[in-house]
Nanobody, 121 residues
Framework: HVQLVESGGGSVQPGGSLKLSCEAS????????MAWYRQAPGKERELVSS???????TYADSVKARFTISKDNAKNTLYLQMNSLKPEDTAMYYC????????????????WGQGTQVTVS
């Protein structure tokens, strides 16, 4: 059973930076599509960024030019570098992985982490 464990969340002031990590329990990052989602209280879970097995990346318009997704296949770890953070970035951030590439909807990701809280204020 694959496990994803996020870390790196915390509280920062607007304009600050955080780097989230998502470590997989086994070697899946090189063959899976992976993504970062976030969910704020009272809102739906939204895609922040994704990376396919061939390295193709996508970003939500709201985070383009501020966030960078990357992965280290040797360490089975996915990262999200977040710069110029804004209060509206406050949310629980989740890592997700799928053997089916990068699904269009969250329900099609097979594996999820427990989430890490990011608070910008």
């Amino acid at each position: 059973h694959v496990q994803l464990v996020e870390s790196g969340g915390g509280s920062v002031q607007p304009g600050g930076s955080l780097k989230l990590s998502c470590e997989a329990s086994e070697r899946i990052s090189s063959t899976c599509g992976m993504a970062w989602y976030r969910q704020a209280p009272g809102k739906e879970r939204e895609l922040v960024s994704s990376v396919s097995d061939d390295g193709t990346t996508t970003y939500a318009d709201s985070v383009k030019a501020r966030f960078t997704i990357s992965k280290d296949n040797a360490k089975n770890t996915l990262y999200l570098q977040m710069n110029s953070l804004k209060p509206e970035d406050t949310a629980m951030y989740y890592c997700a992985a799928s053997v089916k590439g990068v699904p269009l909807v969250p329900s099609e990701f097979e594996y999820w982490g427990q989430g890490t809280q990011v608070t910008v204020s």
